[in-house]
């Protein structure tokens, strides 16, 4: 249990962190060149396979290996 509540107190810190530094959408940059929260960005590998990644924040992301 002391555990579980350390656990939610450092998530909690870390998502207060994020809104403290978090910007109003209007004063993001619309530039293609620059890749910003919540894009949708795809690469092409050498072998010519492609792949698609979101990007969002660390408290966001899956922490598997798959």
């Known amino acids: 249990m002391v555990a579980e509540s350390v656990r939610a ?34 690469i092409r590998l050498d072998d010519g396979t492609e792949e698609r990644y979101v990007i969002v924040q660390a408290t966001e992301a899956a922490v598997d290996d798959a």
Do not use: F, H, M, Q
């Open 9 to 42: 107190t450092r998530e909690l810190d870390e998502l207060r962190t994020t809104l403290d530094n978090a910007l109003p959408i209007e004063s993001i940059s619309d530039d293609p060149r620059v890749v910003k929260l919540g894009d949708t960005v795809e």
